[in-house]
């Protein structure tokens, strides 16, 4: 099978044949390293590193650049595409990828981003450089999707308002009140039956 051919999915969708790099791509770091984890803070098992590498396939087949033998990887499961904005993971399975357990179609990849093959797939961990002391520990990277997580402190104190102002928070909050209002507020003055 020539390098260039398109491999299908189950699902019937393609991998890209071909990254072309659009005008202005500037690139400093072009190593890629891949590792299959024990677990999602588990030790590397194995990886793989590219250099210079524009698109990687992950797969069970034996046809993708990066081959995961597993039951819950389909045989094309995913890519790595380098972009203009950096590199990206796209999912072509309809198992997917996971990240903290939210099933996505395409994400950004960061150095450090942990990520899993399908809801009980496999768990690997995409970087820049080969960790040499693989054998000895794992490399902890702070949360790299915490910038995109942000929240909106204004549309949070709305909703909070529109929660606490409603009728059945009303209800439930006066229903506590009673239900504290007949307990004993002071443990210590228990009444406890004499001998």
Known sequence: MSPCAPVRSGSGRP?????????????TERRVVLYLLE???????????????????????????????NPYV??????????EQGWSLNAISDQGIFVRSE??????LVPGLVFRMGRNGPFLRFGNLIDTGMEKE????????????????SRVQR??????????????????????GTQNPDPDKTMLPTR
């Open 15 to 27: 991998f890209p044949t071909r990254a072309w790099p659009r005008g202005g791509l500037v690139v």
């Open 39 to 69: 677990s999602a803070h588990g030790p590397p098992l194995q990886y793989w590193s590219f250099d210079n590498e524009q698109l990687i396939r992950v797969g069970r087949s034996i046809e993708n650049q990066v081959v995961v033998a």
């Open 74 to 83: 389909s045989r094309a499961h995913c890519y790595l595409l380098l972009t």
């Open 159 to 180: 909703e909070v308002a529109e929660i606490t102002q409603g009728d059945f928070f009303q209800r439930l909050k006066t229903r506590v009140e009673s239900l504290r």
């Open 138 to 153: 794992t490399l902890e990277a702070d949360d790299p999707l915490s910038e995109m997580l942000q929240l909106d402190k």
């Open 103 to 108: 099933k996505l179609e395409q994400l950004p």
